[in-house]
């Protein structure tokens, strides 16, 4: 028996790009990853196969969504596809519900493009989607379409803490300014969330203080960093009673 040869999957990028909630065209997430062989070889111009499985809760957890993709890496051995837009297997990838993560995406690989995956490498999203986020403001719709529920947007422009009226509105950061999350906020419940905006070259800062997780880090701390004349967005979500994640950094 021909031993199979062993490939190295290195993720290079994993973001998100526009998402139109009331599009016809599908969500979907752009991925990026470079395939070397087992002797740092890379594999290129060649067409490649992958499967892509969302799992839920852990790296080998309940399986939310998978498809397959038939690509061609380039000279340099990089291969970029959209999550989203392949051929679908099992699930549906705009009802997933990123807000009940955490997920893992896992990626397996056939080199010569067929359906024998050799390789197989998971990653976590540790910082939730925000365009695919997004979609929940579709709950803020009544049954008829009407609009039930308006976000507010909140000027920020000094340090203060995490206030009640920051949930479920827009935090607006258009001068430097910290954000501070404390300890047993009680006001936030879990999976409600705040959107973050740092406009035109200021830096919005999200600081945990002790005793409160961000993106998995005790007294963790993110930020957003916007360049002159365009704006950094984001989204923080209450996962535990003091721990939260951040996307869009």
């Keep these: ?34 395939i070397r062989s087992q002797d740092n070889v890379l594999v290129k111009s060649s067409p490649i196969a992958l499967q892509i499985i969302v799992h839920q809760g852990t790296a080998t957890g309940t399986i ?3 498809e397959t993709h038939i690509t061609p890496t380039n000279e340099n051995g990089l291969v ?42 998971t990653t976590q ?20 379409g009407n609009i039930v529920y308006q976000p ?9 803490d995490i206030e009640s009226s920051d949930i479920k509105n827009t935090i607006e ?11 047993n906020f009680a006001a936030m419940k879990i999976g409600d969330v705040i959107n973050l905006e740092a406009h035109n070259g200021a830096e919005l800062t999200i600081l945990a203080t002790s005793g409160v997780t961000i993106n998995y880090k005790r007294s963790g701390v993110a930020k957003f960093t916007s360049a002159v004349e365009n704006v950094k967005i984001g989204l923080l979500r209450k996962s535990g009673d003091n721990d939260y994640i951040i996307s869009g950094q």
């Design 1 to 34: 028996m021909m031993k199979m040869m062993k490939i190295t999957l290195t993720t290079l990028l994993f973001m998100t790009v526009t998402l139109t909630i009331f599009a016809q065209s599908p969500e979907k997430m752009s991925y990026q990853a470079i």
């Design 64 to 66: 939310q969504y998978q």
């Design 80 to 121: 970029t596809l959209e999550i989203g837009t392949g051929t679908v297997q099992s699930g549906n990838f705009s009802t997933i519900a990123w807000e009940n993560g955490p997920y893992f995406i896992e990626v397996q690989v056939d080199i010569t493009g067929g359906t024998n995956y050799s390789i197989s490498g």
């Design 125 to 144: 999203l540790l910082s939730v989607p925000y365009a695919l986020h997004a979609k929940s403001a579709e709950r803020i719709l009544g049954s008829n």
């Design 152 to 160: 507010t947007i909140i000027p920020f422009s000094f340090n203060r």
């Design 173 to 183: 950061c258009k001068t430097s300014a910290t954000l501070t999350l404390t300890e």
